[in-house]
């Protein structure tokens, strides 16, 4: 396992993208379009420890989620957006960059009235390879109904091309996670008990959910030609009282939940990508969303992770039993199967407390390795790799 350390770490968010390449964000209060503040990109190799800001000249926001869809992928999306005051009209640029070679080109324009920066609005982008995006545009209108369009784009011929299928026009896709190589799972359809924009106490607010494996090549095919998509594999789907309220990748594992709202059961399925063991896991008494026990993975182990304000418990799935208790918000993230936590510990003669970011590869155990400073974010570019940010 590779560890690094960078310190005086000035930046809000970090995000793993390649190989040894990690975007990092930070908020840029000189700029602004409506209600959301502009975002400044860094492009780090934290190896090298070589730090630049990306295309600085253009504005940058997250107001609009993009999705790629590819596992080995060199290129970073993001929104560009410039008001033009004279006409009151938004100009919207999606860009694609090159982290690899730092070349950039704008694959997609779009100007309106402010349209995409209402509340209430949901624009979803799914980069699916390097000719197509898949655009969905949710709407809630006001009895908290969702209305979904959706679309695929020719990125090299610059068109829309409608798509026809209804499980994906109808129920719109929640998420689209690529495990290896071409084969992604898939889940169509939103969940009411999991979702806050719904009151899942209303029945009419169920939506048909499924879970799938899909090969990504055949399913843009079969978007492009109007085809009914082939699922390689149907995992889960929801009926009457039935949800999905999540799924979970990581590095050689996914987790999804089925949750039965008439018995309040949760049942937790664990796979393993690289010999395809499955474990189920069953607990009862699922009310409400805060009652979902949050699956992580720590040292090969599967966790649920009970969250309260005072502390984060890791619970045994079998048992039930708490086996740690990280109190007074210690517990900062867990990547790659290593707990990250927070620590005051004090030095010296007269006992003066130094904050310490601590890793963890087992539950209770002692810290394999502490570093000086405050938590700042953590990720893993590979499983072989941990970067940690501290300030």
Known sequence: MELYVIDRCDVDRCFPLHGDYVLQVKDDYSRKVGRYECKKFYLLNVKRREKCEILPGFSKYDFIRITNCKKEHMNLFFVSCTHDKVYNTFNYNIIRYSFMTGEYDIVYDYTDRGEWLEEGRNLHIFVLDKDYFLFQQEIMDENDRIHIETWMYDIVEKTRVDIFYDDVLKNGIDEIINIEKNMCLIKTGFSAFADD??????????MNEQL??????QFISELLINKKITYKKILEKSSDGI????????PDYYIYSRLDMETHEETVTYKTLSDGEESVYIHKDVYRP?????????GGRLYYLLRNKESVRFVDPETMEVEHDFKDGRLKNVVNGFIIAENEIPFGVLKKTTTMVEVIDVVGADPVYYTKGEYVDCVSTNPDNLAIFVK
């Open 212 to 217: 799938s494996l899909i090969n990504l090549n």
């Open 290 to 298: 805060s009652d979902i026990y949050i699956p992580s993975i720590v």
């Open 243 to 250: 949800t999905l309220p999540y799924i979970i990748k990581g």
């Open 197 to 206: 924009r719904f009151d899942f106490n209303k029945s009419e607010n169920y």
